[in-house]
């Protein structure tokens, strides 16, 4: 038996709307009845795990048990501000919790639920349209729309050096496009954490801190960019999320822990 | 599903999520981000760290494939629809290209597409497997070559596959999974591009 966190909550009332129902079942084969642990002003939401990490019964780092962990935290953020744990965060007991997280870090939580109060993530991808960026920028170069005529005929490396160049053209929009854009979103959020782009298309991954109150705001915001972006940028923007990437606590403890 | 509607350009609709569906949406999230605490990790056991290294590979892998998948099928139809835009684009319809020539300028402007989007992959595969690697771009190399005879009926021999060293500086700074991931996929589409020539 050991303890499974979900994420940290002020403490609630007794006529607070985080019943049962909204807590419902976490992670484990049978989903575990998920509680609150209660600690001073606030509480940690967990769920007790039957087996051993991997095992039969046990929380297994798959597909249903990481669902269930985003699940459980949806459906406590519908209700209250919550900080949410990263997945797969295990201590052999309720004691535990309390002893290494909400007794040590009571300070940094309750600075952290103050601050968070209201607020979601929004993870926002900007992505080039590839037809369309590859378009764009042989249009506006008159060297690489002269390549382009001629490209039909070239031979096999003229052509990847061709393709080379319009890789570059791409790259530097991109960089101008990059800054355009988190220019214009810092006035619309309260802050924004920059993610690694995963390909030379991306334009932007990045992870958005706004009020729940003012998502529809933001929204119409990301639509106006986008028209402004003349449809060679593609937005998309997942959320309202619990804060995961606005969270303070524990945050020295990433690098070496989780370094692959 | 909600997401083709989602990702369509000029309209970021914000998504509601998680659901199972959206899983892939807060993968990262959920594996890299959010309280930690050291005590904590050290308790979940090693065992903790390798499965969620390996899940979310599996994970976003199968995520990945589903959305590759759909994009070799767009491919098809952005191929067939840039030939009359590229040559529109860079001058008039007839502007002084013979109809054979168009044809060239599409399997140009798809070789191009394709070392954009391949061009790193394909470096990173020639490294860890050289012969593979070479036969591959053989391939791609055949592939053109072909379009070419067909078009202007001219042989066309020099397909040098040794000659693409900068490429792999496309990819640079890319999480460590994705180019394989890419390479899977990327084999795939070279191969569907073969099929249809």
Known sequence: MSTYLYGVIRQPT??????ADVLGTGVGEPPAKVRILPYQQIAAVVSTASGQIGEEGGIRA????????AAVQSR??????????RFGMLVPDDREVIATLLEPQLDQLLEDLQRLR????????????ESDVIARVVKSDPQLARLARQSALASHTQRIDFGRQIAAAIQQRREQDTQWLLESLRPLVRQIVVDDAPSDLSVLRASLLAPTAQIDEVDAALARLADEAAGILRLSCVGPLPPYSFVQVGISEKEHAWDY | MPESNTMSRRDPQVRRAPNSAGLYDVLDLILDKGIVIDAFVRVSLVGIELLTVDARVVIASVDTYLRY???AERLQL????????????VEGEDGGIASGGKKLLKKGAMAADRLIEHGGDEHGRSQDQAEDGQEQEEGIGHTIAKGMRKAVGKVFHSVGGSDESDEGEQEKGAPEQRPRQANGSGGSKHARAGARR
């Open chain 1, 14 to 19: 007794s006529r607070s709307r985080l019943t």
């Open chain 1, 62 to 69: 798959m597909r249903r048990d990481m669902a269930a962990h």
């Open chain 1, 76 to 85: 406590v953020m519908a209700v209250r501000t919550i900080l949410p744990a």
């Open chain 1, 118 to 129: 209201g607020m979601s993530e929004l993870k926002l991808s900007a992505d080039y349209v």
């Open chain 2, 69 to 71: 998948a759909e994009g």
């Open chain 2, 78 to 89: 952005y191929a067939r629809s840039q030939a009359k835009r590229l040559p529109d684009m």
